[in-house]
Nanobody, 120 residues
Framework: QVQLVESGGGLVQAGGSLRLSCTTS????????MGWYRQAPGKQRELVAG???????NYADSVKGRFTISRDNAKNTVYLQMNSLKPEDTAVYYC??????????????WGQGTQVTVSS
């Protein structure tokens, strides 16, 4: 059974920091590309940051220089360090895993989401 369990969300004042964690089970984490997405009320889900199996990262322009994605393959966990938070960062944050298959396809998995609220 595949599980992606996010933690670390909460309420923080503008300028503050939070660290999100996503611990996975049931997937081959080391070969999976991982990502953090977010969805604010009334808006589409958007990619915040991604890290591939080789450790290369990419970020949405809106979070560059403030957020850092990292992974620990020994713990099957991906992190999102969020600094200098702004009210517009308020959203539900979702962990995503893209796991390749032996036949050239992939599986796409999602966590249940964790709420991040930034007060002004």
């Amino acid at each position: 059974q595949v599980q992606l369990v996010e933690s670390g969300g909460g309420l923080v004042q503008a300028g503050g920091s939070l660290r999100l964690s996503c611990t996975t089970s049931g997937i081959t984490f080391s070969i999976s590309d991982m990502g953090w997405y977010r969805q604010a009320p009334g808006k589409q889900r958007e990619l915040v940051a991604g890290i591939n199996s080789g450790g290369s990262t990419n970020y949405a322009d809106s979070v560059k220089g403030r957020f850092t994605i990292s992974r620990d393959n020994a713990k099957n966990t991906v992190y999102l360090q969020m600094n200098s938070l702004k009210p517009e960062d308020t959203a539900v944050y979702y962990c995503n895993a893209i796991t390749p298959t032996s036949w050239g396809s992939h599986f796409n998995y999602w966590g249940q989401g964790t709420q991040v609220t930034v007060s002004s």
